[in-house]
């Protein structure tokens, strides 16, 4: 009931945003002539396809590294492809099976003798990744604050950017304290998340021994951050949208990060809606033309996801799990190596 809930109210505000963005005829005409500006410069479109390719190719070096540390030899491309199987079903399926489910659901099949190592390695892989975004958006904020702070919705949004990366900070120094003092199994057994901290105290005490893997895999995560950044700037130069490298790098860890919470489908609506608050404001683009670098954007990176769907199809198992099915089997996954801790 909870994630049929989830699914309606993430369709509801998808298309809710979207008519709102939509609505205005003028608008829309607005939004055709700033694309015409892309047939023009094809080769910033190029450039920004090829900067997604490279998120992926660093994102699966990264996840290479760390499965290599739990003892597990994937040949490169199979890593790659399971990779890219996650991300398609992170931009177009609603509900709450995420991407790393079923990545961890297919490596599973891959590794039936390496099962709770397949699983650390998924978990550190999203760790660090959220360590390196901690980190760059830290520094970013830090320098551009006084600038982010002269509009109402840039000020309140970065907000609430420093709140949920600071949330995220206490939950990932409250794992390495559990695991440190030996407290994991003294955490109430109904306790949400309970054995998600767990999981994520012992990766951390098994990725701190091999620190060189670590520290390349935490390397790796800047080039994906910064190839995703980017991506955008050149959807903005193949617009000719009047707006600085400096000021798109500063706003953008803000779009995609609150555009990646599970509110919306694939974050329709919302990231578009955030294009707006503050490129509007703060550098004077127009409200279609903002919404067209965002929805250009989205669809240089939906053309890689549209490969990762391609390769579930190819994929996936003669019996065609249910995807109840593949949330249990990762839950008692995740709860047998909390419990083995």
């Not at 190029?46 to 996840?63: K, N, P, Q």
């Not at 982010?148 to 949920?164: A, E, F, G, P, V």
């Not at 409250?174 to 998600?196: E, Q, V, Y």
């Not at 578009?272 to 509007?280: A, D, H, K, R, T």
Request: net charge positive.
């Amino acid at each position: 009931m909870k994630k049929t809930l989830l699914t309606i109210l993430q369709v509801l505000v998808t298309v809710g945003i979207l008519c709102w963005v939509f609505h205005d005829h003028n608008t829309r005409v607005q939004m055709g002539l700033a694309l015409s500006h892309a047939k023009n410069h094809p080769g910033w479109l190029l450039a920004g396809f090829a900067c997604y390719g490279l998120v992926e190719l660093l994102a699966a070096g990264r996840w290479y590294i760390l499965l290599r540390v739990q003892g597990i030899k994937l040949p490169p491309w199979r890593v790659g492809a399971l990779l890219m199987l996650g991300i398609f079903f992170n931009m177009f399926m609603p509900g709450g099976t995420g991407g790393d489910v079923l990545k961890i659901y297919f490596l599973l099949k891959e590794i039936p003798g390496k099962k709770a190592g397949g699983l650390l390695a998924v978990l550190m892989d999203r760790l660090i990744g959220l360590m390196a975004l901690i980190m760059i958006s830290s520094v970013i904020i830090g320098i551009q604050y006084n600038w982010l702070k002269t509009t109402w919705d840039s000020r309140h949004l970065t907000w609430l950017l420093l709140l949920i990366l600071v949330c995220s900070l206490v939950a990932i120094v409250f794992s390495f304290l559990i695991s440190g003092f030996g407290l994991a199994h003294r955490l109430p057994a109904k306790m949400p998340m309970r054995d998600k901290l767990i999981d994520l105290a012992v990766a951390y005490n098994a990725y701190a021994r091999a620190w060189p893997a670590s520290l390349s895999a935490l390397f790796a995560s800047f080039g994906v951050h910064f190839a995703s950044f980017f991506l955008f700037c050149c959807a903005a130069r193949a617009l000719s949208v009047q707006v600085s490298f400096g000021a798109l790098l500063t706003v953008m860890p803000i779009i995609l990060t609150l555009a990646a919470m599970p509110v919306s489908v694939g974050g329709a609506g919302v990231r578009e809606g955030l294009f707006v608050l503050l490129l509007g404001p703060l550098c004077g683009v127009p409200k279609a033309t903002a919404i067209t670098l965002s929805l250009t954007g989205f669809m240089l990176q939906a053309a890689w996801g549209l490969v990762g769907g391609l390769i579930y199809l190819l994929y996936r198992p003669s019996e065609h799990a249910k995807m109840s099915e593949v949330e249990r089997q990762v839950q008692e996954l995740e709860h047998e190596v909390a419990e083995s801790e």
